[in-house]
T-cell receptor, first 114, second 115 residues
Framework: ELKVEQNPLFLSMQEGKNYTIYCNYS?????LYWYRQDPGKSLESLFV?????AVKQEGRLMASLDTKARLSTLHITAAVHDLSATYFC??????????????FGKGTRLSVIA | DTGVSQNPRHKITKRGQNVTFRCDPI?????LYWYRQTLGQGPEFLTY????????KSRLLSDRFSAERPKGSFSTLEIQRTEQGDSAMYLC?????????????FGPGTRLTVT
């Protein structure tokens, strides 16, 4: 059974600092997704990583994928309060085709403090 | 493109009652997914459709749960004889069956509280 693990599960960061969230998964996949969820809200797609070595950046967030290590990272640069949210990584339940149900990690609850 | 919509947004019901939720996907998307999310957890897959065909049901989907997508457009999720353990956020997502990224776009969710 595919397992997706994130760490840390809780992260309190000071504004202006950098940090990395890690996502490990247990089976082969060339495709990984990052979502953001604000309290009481639905999931917003952040990144779709489609191949080994893929790197995508949006503002202060950068995501990368190492399929050999079955590891993705979400790096936060110079955190600001607006980044406070829960971040989920997810992997296709079956293989690399997309179009299958997703298996999510438990999420990393990020709090950025002044 | 108005995104994925779900109704109702909130539902409070008494244990033992039946409830039905509706999901309207993005219009050109042929895949539709249902997930359930409890507090502090990631979403968990329940079932999904390609057009009107239900392709897979999770073992989480007990006999009290049924989902339909009769014309390949909107979908309904019904829970019969609700239990307190059914309290959760029910999320619907849709995706294109083709195209390279194939990411799933999520609706706002229906929050169910069973008292």
């Amino acid at each position: 059974e595919l397992k997706v693990e994130q760490n840390p599960l809780f992260l309190s960061m000071q504004e202006g600092k950098n940090y990395t969230i890690y996502c490990n998964y247990s089976t082969t996949s060339d495709r990984l997704y990052w979502y953001r969820q604000d309290p009481g809200k639905s999931l917003e797609s952040l990144f779709v990583l489609l191949s080994n070595g893929a790197v995508k950046q949006e503002g202060r967030l950068m995501a990368s994928l190492d399929t050999k290590a079955r590891l993705s990272t979400l790096h936060i640069t110079a955190a600001v309060h607006d980044l406070s949210a829960t971040y989920f990584c997810a992997v296709d339940k079956r293989g690399n085709s997309g179009n299958t149900p997703l298996v999510f990690g438990k999420g990393t609850r990020l709090s950025v403090i002044a | 493109d108005t995104g994925v919509s779900q109704n109702p947004r909130h539902k409070i019901t008494k244990r033992g009652q039946n409830v039905t939720f509706r999901c309207d996907p993005i219009s050109e998307h042929n895949r539709l997914y249902w997930y359930r999310q409890t507090l502090g957890q990631g979403p968990e897959f329940l079932t999904y459709f390609q057009n009107e065909a239900q392709l897979e049901k999770s073992r989480l989907l007990s006999d009290r749960f049924s989902a339909e997508r009769p014309k390949g457009s909107f979908s309904t999720l019904e829970i019969q004889r609700t239990e307190q353990g059914d309290s959760a956020m029910y999320l619907c997502a849709s995706s294109l069956g083709t195209g390279f990224q194939r990411e799933q776009y999520f609706g706002p969710g229906t929050r169910l509280t069973v008292t």
